[in-house]
């Protein structure tokens, strides 16, 4: 399984951004996929998930701000940001995982949003 992230980048505080992770390769059915992130310094943490059947949990740092939605016909998760904090800063990673626990990692995505 191969997942590619795209839609990182630059924004101001307050403004907004959505990624989206394609999946490729061996896709099966009853997947998580999902967002991490890792901030400099810091180390990586869950951002949200979501069920094959949509649905979906946040961690506190994303709660209210982020949705995460995903196009099962496309393999394809978002994760839709907004306002946008500073420490919102991140690399984010998109994840594919399977019921066995089996866990796929995407090359990252930069957001960065300045001040």
């Known amino acids: 399984v191969q997942l590619q992230a795209s839609g990182g980048g630059l924004v101001q505080a307050g403004g907004s951004l959505r990624l989206s992770c394609a999946a490729s390769?061996?896709?099966?059915?009853?997947?998580?996929m999902g967002w991490y992130r890792q901030a400099p310094g810091k180390q990586r943490e869950l951002v949200a998930t979501i069920t094959s059947g949509g649905s979906t949990r946040y961690e506190d740092s994303g709660k209210g701000r982020f949705t995460i939605s995903r196009d099962n016909r496309k393999n394809t998760v978002y994760l839709q940001m907004d306002e946008l904090k500073t420490e919102d800063t991140a690399v984010y990673f998109c994840?594919?995982?399977?019921?066995?626990?089996?866990?796929?990692w995407g090359k990252g995505t930069l957001v960065t949003v300045s001040s």
């Open positions: 390769g061996k896709i099966f059915s009853n997947v998580i």
């Open positions: 994840i594919a995982e399977r019921s066995s626990g089996l866990r796929y």
